[in-house]
C-alpha cells in the first residue's frame, strides 16, 4: 500500500458519512484492496477492528462489568483469564471466544512492565504469561 492509495481512501471517506459503517468499509475496500484476495482480508480485519471497538465503547458507555470491558480498564483476574483460554484451547477452538480471550489477554497485559519499544504493547510479555 503506497501513498496514493492512502490518499484516495482519505478522499473516499471526506464523500461518505463516517456514521455509516457499510459506507465507510465500501470506500476503503475500494481504495485499498486490489484484488479479491486483499478484500476478504480486508473484511475481515474492518469487521474484527470494527466491531470491537464499537462493543468496548458501548460497555465503557454502560459501565459494563463484563470480563472484556474490565480489560478495558486493566481489572482482569489472571488466572481466570489463563484458565478460560486453556479450556477454550482444549475444546471446540471456537474462534470467535478465542478472539474475545486474546483481546482480553492484550487489554490487561499490554503495556505493562518494559516494553520492546513498541507503544502500549509488550508481546514478549504477553506470550510469557
Given amino acids: 500500500m503506497g501513498t496514493s492509495e492512502l490518499l484516495d481512501a482519505v478522499n473516499a471517506l471526506a464523500a461518505v458519512p463516517w456514521t455509516a459503517r457499510e459506507d465507510v468499509g465500501a470506500a476503503l475496500a475500494a ?74 489477554a492484550i487489554a490487561a497485559l499490554g503495556g505493562q512492565g518494559e516494553g520492546n519499544g513498541a507503544p502500549g504493547l509488550d508481546l514478549q510479555r504477553i506470550r510469557r504469561e
Avoid at 42 to 54: G, I, K, N, P, Y
Avoid at 76 to 102: H, M
Fill in 31 to 104: 481504495t485499498l484492496a486490489k484484488s479479491p484476495e486483499d478484500r476478504r482480508v480486508f473484511d475481515a480485519v474492518f469487521d474484527a477492528f470494527l466491531t470491537h471497538r464499537l462493543v468496548e465503547g458501548e460497555a465503557l458507555r454502560q459501565g459494563s462489568t463484563e470480563p472484556g470491558a474490565a480489560a478495558a480498564h486493566g481489572r482482569v483476574d489472571l488466572a481466570e483469564l489463563r484458565a478460560r483460554v486453556q479450556e477454550a484451547l482444549s475444546g471446540s477452538r471456537d474462534d470467535g471466544e478465542l478472539r474475545d480471550l486474546a483481546r482480553m
